[in-house]
């Protein structure tokens, strides 16, 4: 079996090269589907969408689960796997992708305050439940949303501030080359 960790980037960029699979992994993100759902929102074969959907799998990027029905067999349904969060940079510099492996690192949160409480609201409402939780829980889903929003502003500062410093090692080492 081909697992993610050791896809190559080729094969990566490959496999979402193709619009189809963009397609299902978008339709997945939203919700968890069978084969026979896939097909019909994405209005093509059954054939054709089983082999995107084994290629995602056999790359990790799927994962499945076995669910009973009334009648007949259980369906197999197909999500985005939970193992990594996929980023992508690019610039005139370098071009890199990177698998993120979600949890929460405690040394990460004493750096963003924000973040820290955050957490610490969420722990601090597992006695919660019923209405009372799910409105603490959508607070703190839209807290992090703002938090994931200034943390991505501060990413591309930070990535403009790299280009920067790049862009005038360069122009310094090639000025020095000049010269000698």
């Known amino acids: 079996m081909f697992y993610f960790k050791y896809m190559s980037m080729k094969v990566l960029l490959d496999m979402l090269g193709n619009e189809t699979r963009r397609e299902i992994l978008l339709l997945l993100s939203k919700r968890p589907c069978y084969v026979s759902q896939v097909s019909q929102e994405l209005q093509t074969g059954q054939k054709a969408i089983i082999e995107h959907l084994e290629l995602l ?17 259980p369906r197999k349904y197909y999500e985005i796997s939970d ?39 969420l722990d601090e409402m597992a006695h919660l439940e019923g209405g009372d939780r799910i409105k603490k829980l959508k607070e703190i889903y839209e807290d992090l949303l ?5 943390i991505t502003e501060a990413k591309k500062v930070i990535e403009y501030l790299k280009n920067q410093i790049k862009t005038e090692i360069k122009s310094e080492m090639i000025e020095r080359e000049l010269f000698f």
């Open 57 to 73: 799998r056999e790359a990790g990027l799927l994962e499945t689960r076995f669910e009973k029905i009334e009648k007949g067999r």
């Open 83 to 121: 193992d990594f969060i996929l980023e992508i940079k690019i610039s005139p510099d370098f071009f890199t992708i990177e698998k993120l492996l979600p949890r929460i690192d405690e040394d990460i949160l004493e750096t963003l305050p924000n973040l820290k409480r955050i957490t610490k609201r």
């Open 146 to 150: 703002e938090e994931e929003s200034n």
